[in-house]
T-cell receptor, first 111, second 117 residues
Framework: TQLLEQSPQFLSIQEGENLTVYCNSS?????LQWYRQEPGEGPVLLVT???GGEVKKLKRLTFQFGDARKDSSLHITAAQPGDTGLYLC???????????WGAGTKLIIKP | GAVVSQHPSWVICKSGTSVKIECRSL??????MFWYRQFPKQSLMLMAT?????????EQGVEKDKFLINHASLTLSTLTVTSAHPEDSSFYIC?????????????FGPGTRLTVL
């Protein structure tokens, strides 16, 4: 069974703090996507990383793809209440032509 | 671009009735759409892949006779939950990928909250 382990599952921090969310797997991915979902809505794509070692920045969000393309991280700097939501990673698994979803990280930023 | 809509956004029905959920691609043609269900505080679970003009491909453990999928046109796929029961209550989300593989970037609809009494 292919797994994409996402951690932490839940994080509640104060506004202004930094945080990192991780997605790890033993599988190799040709690409990995990060989504953000607000309650009662569908997920919205934030970024897709494709190249091993790639780093992409989206304002205060920094996404990194591991060199071996087995893991990825999302780092948020100076978190704001508007960052609150469910963050999901999804990997395009190379060997099995499947899109594997992480379990999600519920993030709450307190003002 | 790449907007996906769903209707209804929420529905409450009695046990034993059937409910139809529509998924539309508004500004592009989607030969392939995907149906997910999501339980509270959990990730997405792929139910099936909807192919325009052909039968849907269901994931293991998903009852095809219970969750009927029809993809009649390049912009519309429907999911019908037949003889719904309380355990079918969930958040149902559709998506379409461009250009069409499920490993391509997916654009999600806003979801449909189904509550079966």
């Amino acid at each position: 069974t292919q797994l994409l382990e996402q951690s932490p599952q839940f994080l509640s921090i104060q506004e202004g703090e930094n945080l990192t969310v991780y997605c790890n797997s033993s599988s190799v991915f040709s690409s990995l996507q990060w989504y953000r979902q607000e309650p009662g809505e569908g997920p919205v794509l934030l970024v897709t990383v494709v190249t091993g070692g790639e780093v992409k920045k989206l304002k205060r969000l920094t996404f990194q793809f591991g060199d071996a393309r087995k893991d990825s991280s999302l780092h948020i700097t100076a978190a704001q209440p508007g960052d609150t939501g469910l963050y999901l990673c999804a990997g395009d698994e190379v060997s099995n032509y499947q899109l594997i979803w992480g379990a999600g990280t519920k993030l709450i930023i307190k003002p | 671009g790449a907007v996906v809509s769903q209707h209804p956004s929420w529905v409450i029905c009695k046990s034993g009735t059937s409910v139809k959920i529509e998924c539309r691609s508004l500004d592009f043609q989607a030969t392939t759409m995907f149906w997910y269900r999501q339980f509270p505080k959990q990730s997405l679970m792929l139910m099936a892949t909807s192919n325009e003009g052909s039968k849907a491909t269901y994931e293991q453990g998903v009852e095809k006779d219970k969750f009927l999928i029809n993809h009649a046109s390049l912009t519309l796929s429907t999911l019908t939950v037949t003889s719904a029961h309380p355990e079918d209550s969930s958040f149902y989300i559709c998506s379409a990928s461009i250009p069409g593989r499920r490993t391509d970037t997916q654009y999600f609809g806003p979801g449909t909250r189904l509550t079966v009494l």
